[in-house]
C-alpha cells in the first residue's frame, strides 16, 4: 500500500470490537483475535496478512521499547483502526515516521514504523515521556 497520508486523522471513537492488555506471552492470542477481527470487517487475505502484521510490529515496539506491556483497541468507524499504548519512555516519531524511502537496518530497529506504514492506510504516532500512542487504520468492506 501507498504512504498512509498524515494530514487527517483516524477516528478515535468507535464501534468497539476489541480491547485487551497484553505482554510477550499474550502477543499469540491478541495476533489471533486480530485476525478473526479482520475476516468479519471484510479484508481480504492479503489486506489480513498486511494489517496482522502491522499490528504485531506494534506489538512487539511495544515489548522491545515501551516498557514490555501495553493495550490495544480495534475500532471500527468507516475503517479499521487500531490503536495501541504503552507506558514506555517515548521517543521522537518524527525520525521513523516521516521517511518516504525503507531506512536502513540497524541492530537496534527502525525500520517497523516504516514498514507498518507501507502496509495501512493511515499511521499516527504521539509520543511523549509518558508513554506512546500509535493508531493506523484500513479501509474495510464489512460491518464487524
Avoid at 496478512?49 to 512487539?60: R, S
Avoid at 493495550?71 to 507506558?87: F, K, S
Wanted: hydrophobic content about 40%; glycine content about 14%; overall charge negative.
Amino acid at each position: 500500500m501507498a504512504v498512509p497520508p498524515r494530514d487527517h486523522h483516524a477516528p478515535t471513537a468507535g464501534r468497539p470490537l476489541f480491547s485487551t492488555s497484553f505482554a510477550l506471552t499474550d502477543l499469540a492470542r491478541v495476533r489471533n483475535e486480530v485476525e478473526a477481527v479482520s475476516r468479519r470487517c471484510g479484508l481480504d487475505q492479503d489486506e489480513i496478512e498486511d494489517w496482522v502484521t502491522a499490528v504485531n510490529e506494534l506489538l512487539i515496539n511495544v515489548i522491545r521499547h515501551g516498557g514490555g506491556k501495553g493495550a490495544i483497541r480495534l475500532l471500527l468507524d468507516g475503517q479499521l483502526t487500531c490503536e495501541v499504548t504503552d507506558q514506555g519512555p517515548g521517543f521522537d516519531a518524527a525520525h521513523y515516521v516521516a521517511r518516504v524511502e525503507r531506512p536502513p537496518l540497524s541492530g537496534t530497529g527502525g525500520m517497523g514504523l516504516w514498514v507498518v506504514g507501507q502496509m495501512t492506510d493511515y499511521l499516527f504516532v504521539g509520543s511523549g515521556p509518558h508513554g506512546t500512542t500509535i493508531r493506523i487504520a484500513v479501509r474495510t468492506r464489512g460491518d464487524g
